[in-house]
């Protein structure tokens, strides 16, 4: 899709292209556009991430492959991307899951995160329903998508920054335990709701 077309406005059509437009008072489905026009204009849409921990707690990060076309060479957790019009969060986690790391394990709803933060000439304006999982090993990445895996953990907290600003606000509003007891449901599992827009 060229970057003209992509500006021309909204586009309905499901593709991995698309993001899901969403209403800012309610967090409802409101169209959809080019993943990188509304990147560029700051258009608040649907998004999910994933962090993956050890039973020891540790979260795997991946850095990002240097090709990508924001945040490209950083460390974030393990896998973030956006659902797909009529795609659920869950199906767009796993999905994305599989296309970046190979791994096909299963997903836990954890929290809601709304965040907006300019990156380079992008801005990150997004509500993200976040999903845990647990994982005994590293996986091999897809190398068009991650560069490298690694552990990281409570006491190495700053050991692989910089890392992308979703990645250090989820670390910060949620730690390393209540990933690792959601993980192993261990906790009453509810869905952490973080509440108004970061602005990072």
């Not at 659902?83 to 394990?105: I, K, P, V």
Request: aromatic share 6%.
């Amino acid at each position: 899709m060229s970057a003209g077309r992509e500006t021309a406005g909204p586009d309905p059509r499901p593709s991995t292209r698309n993001v899901v437009l969403l209403d800012a008072k309610g967090d409802r489905p409101n169209g959809g556009m080019g993943k990188h026009a509304a990147h560029m204009n700051g258009r608040y849409h649907a998004a999910i991430s994933v962090i993956l921990v050890d039973r020891r707690g540790r979260q795997l990060l991946q850095q990002r492959a240097v090709t990508k076309y924001h945040c490209g060479g950083l460390w974030s957790n393990a896998c973030c991307s956006h659902q797909m019009a009529g795609e659920s969060a869950l199906a767009a986690a796993q999905r994305r899951l599989y296309d970046e790391l190979r791994l096909r394990t299963p997903l836990t709803p954890f929290a809601r995160v709304r965040y907006r933060a300019r990156v380079g000439h992008l801005i990150e304006h997004e509500c993200v329903d976040v999903f845990v999982g647990l994982l005994d090993r590293l996986p091999r990445p897809n190398p068009k998508e991650c560069a490298r895996v690694a552990w990281l953990s409570r006491g190495d907290r700053h050991a692989l920054d910089p890392l992308t600003p979703w990645s250090a606000l989820y670390i910060d509003l949620f730690g390393f335990d209540a990933p690792r007891l959601r993980a192993m449901g261990e906790d009453d599992g509810a869905i952490h709701d973080a509440g108004t827009l970061f602005k990072l």
